[in-house]
């Protein structure tokens, strides 16, 4: 039934939410939901914090797809199965996607609770959607340069800290080594996730649009004298979700 709705409705725009992130829904009025598991290919996340379905809201009176949780790779899937999820947008005819995750900061300049637009990724999961196709796609641009400019648009009329930066994912689920931070850091990563890489691979790879927006939910291992705890990391998440409500509304 709400499959129905939601194929109806057309949707042209998808949003993501990752760890912690799902009450960005609560900033816009749901108009259908469909579990992941109710979907061919999709299964319900194993993960806390992400609820694992669809819903279907309004913003400016256009309808956008929202992902409440997504799969990953450390769950023991491959990143085909991990990324059932676009070729499910795209098939409903969605075109452009806004990936959200939680990170671990690197960069001096951020602070917790803050946002992170994704300029480029570094893909050190060892994998990809594509692995056995043999398509050669072009990643010189995952993250659209016009996206990014309307985001900072958005950010600087909100008066919302919004940083740029290299995201870099690692497979986990184990956080990183202080040493891994470091090198990361030499690598030129200015926050580090076990996410949203491969969907943006398999989002270009079908020719969708892409935007990236890290919550910055903790300093990554090393940075700071503390210990990383996946229920901080929701918890920081809850508390930061409604800037990037806002900021989803507004550049949307
Ligand atoms: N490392 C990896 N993944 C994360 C982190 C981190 O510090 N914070 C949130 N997701």
Known sequence: MSLTLIN???PETAIILGSGLSGVVDAFGVEAEVAFAKVPGLSASTVPGHVGRFVLVKVSEKPVLIAQGRRHLYEGLSAFEVTAS????????????????????????MEVGELMLISDHLNLQGTTPLLGSAQFHDMSEVYSAGWRQRFHQAAQDLQLPLHEGVY????????????????????????????????????RALGMEVAGISMLTNWAAGLKPQILDHAEVVSVGRQASLGLAALLKTAL
């Open 168 to 203: 870099a994912a690692l497979l986990g689920p184990q956080y990183e080594t202080p040493a891994e931070i470091r090198m990361l850091r030499t690598l030129g990563a200015d926050a580090v996730g076990m996410s949203t890489v491969p969907e943006a691979i398999q989002a």
């Open 86 to 109: 676009i070729r499910f947008m795209h098939d409903l005819g969605i075109r452009r996607v806004v990936l959200t995750n939680a990170a671990g900061a690197i960069k001096d300049s």
């Open 8 to 10: 109806k409705a057309c």
